[in-house]
């Protein structure tokens, strides 16, 4: 669930109690293999909190810092462009992963309702009657499951 979000400000990295708009605040489907993945991220942190006793910080974040506290966004770029190159990709921002996102869920053999990636995405409605489309959470998954399918195929 997309409940808040990270903001710097004046060299001040912290948690935010809502989004930016109330389209920012969301449920998001996983699929199985993402699920396999948050869980595994979930025994990590767990591990880390047990280490580091009194000096872990929570703020129930599924991607803290190695002490439980928001990442700082210099820190975040350092590791995602890291893993890049780890997985001999190509450089590329890291907001350009939404854009990625949202061409795979319009390609192929996804494509997905204009409402259903908007509300993946997090975007408001384009237009007044989009305020009363409401996409279900197995519309959502299922688009999710079509995309990685489709981007596991390619890269096979």
């Known amino acids: ?7 710097t400000i004046g060299g ?3 948690r935010h109690a809502t989004p930016k708009t ?10 199985p293999r993402q ?3 948050v869980e595994a991220q979930l025994v990590h942190i767990r591990e880390q909190r047990v280490k580091l006793g009194m000096a872990w910080h929570e703020h129930g974040l599924l991607f803290p810092s190695e002490t439980g506290t928001p990442i700082i966004p210099r820190n975040l770029s350092r590791h995602y462009y890291k893993a890049l190159g780890r997985a001999s990709l ?6 350009r992963l939404r854009h990625t996102a949202a061409t795979r869920l319009d390609s192929g053999a996804v494509r997905a309702s ?11 409605p384009a237009n007044v009657t989009g305020g009363y ?8 998954r299922d688009a999710l499951i079509r995309s990685e399918a ?6 096979a």
């Open 1 to 7: 669930k997309v409940s808040g979000q990270i903001q």
């Open 12 to 14: 001040v990295t912290q």
């Open 22 to 31: 109330a389209n920012g605040e969301r449920e998001l489907p996983l699929t």
């Open 35 to 37: 699920a396999e993945m």
């Open 90 to 95: 190509p450089v590329m921002p890291l907001h």
């Open 114 to 124: 204009e409402a259903c990636k908007m509300a993946i995405l997090g975007h408001g």
């Open 133 to 140: 489309i409401h996409v279900s959470l197995d519309e959502k």
């Open 150 to 155: 489709e981007m596991l195929r390619r890269a």
